[in-house]
């Protein structure tokens, strides 16, 4: 079983190492991946030393798996020619996510649409896939008709780039920018670039992702992306408008039985989900469940989760396990 990470010295590729770890993934053979400037560096890992390699080379070991988290351009690039050499490529990326011919997997809802034929995976968005898992359940029960959704985004939904200038500017450093303005002490409703229809492309990905890994293109979904100085996870206030009826108590006991969600609310002991509390935690917490009083059959939810663990590595490491599970190979 060879196994490459393509990204390996980035923030989620770290992330996927520490996972693999943990969750004893069984492998025969590592093969870490970095961009040009970082080939030839060393890599500690689980008491062996790995040199990174390139692309190049990576590709002539014909690896069984590759987990890539490099960005689009490169997964664009470089995932067909895997999969031609016979691997099974998941890709951290935007750049498969909505082509109609790749699966958009969360292990939890839909890893049931596997099959061996499918040699390139998307991982969906880190924000999708905490939003998703929490709603998938409902609306299978109440069927969802419209969401409303506002982000609070940490910054290492942005890379290394991004931590820099939030930690050089709470020394009172000027880092070098990665967002427009200052992010300590600020809120910036801008991630990732805008579209012609005045939303950001990551509100988009919420709205398209969700369709498609729910399987259904009728839910009217809106967005609101906002990035804050925060180091810990993604958190998120959904608005769920359900075309049938509720009682709360079903939908806490649907939440409470749902796969890889923990609900934590208790208002009267200020119990609610937070980045604080989620970094370094492989579940989506949802609390603040109340309904919607101004509207028939709503409900509030507030959905945190770590982005660069459940949002990113740990639901590619997932949908790798899966593959090795059911023999998809």
Same mark, same amino acid.
């Given at each position: +079983?060879?196994?490459?990470?393509?990204?390996?010295? !980035?923030?989620?590729?770290?992330? &996927?190492?520490?996972?693999?770890?943990? %969750?004893?993934?069984?492998?025969? #053979?590592?093969?870490?991946?970095?961009?040009?400037?970082?080939?030839?560096?060393?890599? =500690?890992?689980? @008491?062996?030393?790995?040199?990174?390699?390139?692309?190049?080379?990576? &590709?002539? &070991?014909?690896?069984?798996?590759?987990?890539?988290?490099? @960005?689009?351009?490169?997964?664009?690039?470089?995932?067909?020619?895997?999969?031609?050499?016979?691997?099974?490529?998941?890709?951290?990326?935007?750049?498969?996510? +909505?082509?109609?011919?790749?699966? &958009?997997?969360?292990?939890?809802?839909?890893?049931?649409? *596997?099959?061996?034929?499918?040699?390139?995976?998307?991982?969906?968005?880190?924000?999708?896939?905490?939003?998703?898992?929490?709603?998938? #359940?409902?609306?299978?029960?109440?069927?969802?008709? %419209?969401?409303?959704?506002?982000?609070? $985004?940490?910054?290492?939904?942005?890379?290394?780039?991004?931590? =820099?200038?939030?930690?050089? #500017?709470?020394?009172?450093?000027?880092?070098?920018?990665?967002?427009?303005?200052?992010?300590?002490?600020?809120?910036?409703?801008?991630?990732?670039?805008?579209? =012609?229809? !005045?939303?950001?492309?990551?509100? +988009?990905?919420?709205? /398209?992702?969700?369709?498609?890994?729910?399987?259904?293109?009728?839910?009217?979904?809106?967005?609101?992306?906002?990035?804050?100085?925060? +180091?810990?996870?993604?958190?998120?206030?959904?608005?769920?408008?359900?075309?049938?009826?509720?009682?709360?108590?079903?939908?806490?006991?649907?939440?409470? =039985?749902?796969?890889?969600?923990?609900?934590?609310?208790?208002?009267? $002991? /200020? *119990?609610?989900?937070?980045?604080?509390?989620? #970094?370094?935690?492989?579940?989506?917490?949802? @609390?603040?469940?109340?309904?919607?009083?101004?509207?028939?059959?709503?409900?509030?939810?507030?959905?945190?989760?770590? /982005?660069?663990?459940?949002?990113?590595?740990?639901?590619?490491?997932?949908?790798?396990?899966?593959?090795?599970?059911? /023999?998809?190979?």
């Amino acid at each position: +079983m060879k196994v490459a990470i393509i990204g390996a010295t !980035g923030l989620v590729g770290s992330v &996927l190492l520490s996972i693999i770890k943990e %969750r004893k993934f069984p492998f025969t #053979e590592l093969i870490l991946v970095a961009s040009k400037r970082n080939i030839g560096k060393k890599i =500690n890992f689980n @008491g062996e030393v790995y040199e990174i390699i390139g692309l190049d080379a990576a &590709l002539k &070991l014909k690896p069984n798996i590759v987990l890539f988290s490099a @960005g689009s351009n490169v997964s664009i690039e470089w995932a067909p020619k895997f999969s031609l050499v016979g691997s099974t490529v998941i890709d951290n990326s935007s750049a498969w996510r +909505m082509d109609s011919s790749k699966k &958009l997997i969360v292990p939890e809802i839909n890893a049931s649409l *596997l099959s061996k034929e499918d040699k390139i995976i998307a991982n969906p968005n880190c924000s999708t896939i905490q939003l998703v898992i929490a709603l998938s #359940e409902l609306h299978d029960k109440f069927n969802i008709k %419209r969401l409303v959704i506002s982000t609070y $985004q940490s910054v290492t939904g942005t890379g290394v780039n991004a931590i =820099n200038q939030l930690e050089g #500017e709470i020394l009172g450093e000027e880092p070098e920018k990665t967002y427009p303005y200052k992010i300590y002490k600020n809120a910036i409703p801008h991630c990732d670039f805008f579209e =012609n229809n !005045g939303y950001t492309k990551e509100e +988009m990905k919420l709205v /398209n992702e969700t369709k498609k890994i729910l399987s259904d293109d009728s839910i009217l979904i809106t967005a609101t992306a906002v990035r804050i100085p925060v +180091m810990g996870g993604h958190s998120e206030s959904v608005n769920v408008e359900f075309s049938n009826p509720f009682e709360i108590n079903d939908v806490l006991k649907t939440l409470k =039985n749902t796969n890889g969600v923990t609900v934590q609310d208790d208002i009267n $002991q /200020n *119990l609610y989900p937070m980045p604080l509390t989620s #970094e370094g935690k492989d579940d989506v917490f949802v @609390g603040r469940i109340r309904r919607d009083y101004s509207k028939k059959n709503a409900l509030n939810l507030w959905i945190v989760s770590d /982005n660069l663990r459940k949002g990113a590595a740990l639901n590619a490491v997932q949908i790798a396990e899966h593959i090795i599970a059911k /023999n998809l190979l």
